[in-house]
């Protein structure tokens, strides 16, 4: 601040020609401000640099541009792009906002979760999907159609391509239709959201299908030269084929070994590391024995647990507030439990919920989820950038949500 009034207090502003000396010091002020301006590139980098800046402006000039129209539209234009090409070779540090039942691509679950013995369906009335693995027929779910074994459902088709297709439908966001009038409303895509995680609970909480799905999670991040990823998890009870039920330490230790098989598979892979989760919807009772859980769980697992968040619809959820005895339990005890909460994921301006930044703040949160609601907290975004606490900007999320 000190270089910018000093620089503005030597210019002059007159009615005649600008001094061009004066408009390139401005210039080069700006610029050094900018992100990533004080960084001295090399000649290299200046190159790559260029290249870059010019593949950006062609695509920019193309009618079609990604950012401009709906992610679901805009997809397949992606793929096709080359800068995103270019993206994906480069490395990336770490991708530090990712959930435990959407961080691999459905084609695997439906091509391999989906194939293995003893997996059976069922249908909502709600017009979505149930899996469980059983030995033996399972017990009628409430409001679901009866149970079907998918072994012997496809062995009766000639061809299972539309059964894949339809599985698939149902555990994405992503339709044909044009995403406005499929969703016309935030309550309409989040309810939509929630079936979808609900549809992939019985097949990822399955104990062997769990292992090698967290596994092909770290191998499609690895394969997008990331090295680095920090997993939302809710920790849940993972289940055997006999029905029987680990707890969320035997999750935790499951997200260890697998994340050191890998490592040991990829030396180049610096590792993956867990923020366990629960649902901002539960009571101040449960919170608490949660947060007793999660301090128990860093000091057993003090390289694998990164901290603690809260997930689920933050508009429909309690607020941060709500919950302020229990999150202030590891303060209290001098226990470090860092909290990487989301906050300012919503557009409902002035309300409890409004205020979970300057809340998720006032607990020393580590970093924000989302966040974009940091535009009108002036005080929150003044805050955080003095503490340097990073915001996980999620665009497509937002945007997908209809959140922005």
Known sequence: MLQLGLALCCLTFA????????????????????????MVLT???????????????EEMARAAFPPAVHFFRARDLIRRSPIFSLLQEMPKGGALHVHDFSMVDVDWLVMNATYRPHCYMCCTDNQSIRFIFSSRRPKPLPRCSPWTLLEELRAKMVNSTDLDSSIKRNLTLFTEQDPEEAYPSQDVVWDRFEQTFAAVWGLVTYAPVFRDYFYQGLTQFHLDNVMYLELRALLPEVYELDGSAHDRAWTLKTYRDVTEQFKNQHPDFFGARIIFTVNRGVNLSVMTEVVEEAMKLQRSFPDTLAGFDLVGREDSGRPLWYFREALSLPAERGIELPFFFHAGETDLEGTDVDQNLLDALLLNTSRIGHGFALVRHPVAKD???KRGVAVEVCPVSNQVRESL
């Open 15 to 38: 009615a005649s020609i600008p001094d061009p000396r004066q408009r390139e010091a401005l210039i080069q002020l700006e610029s050094s401000m900018q992100t990533g301006g004080q």
């Open 43 to 57: 000649d290299a980098e200046q190159e790559l640099d260029a290249h870059f800046f010019k593949m950006k402006q």
């Open 383 to 385: 805050l955080s950038r």
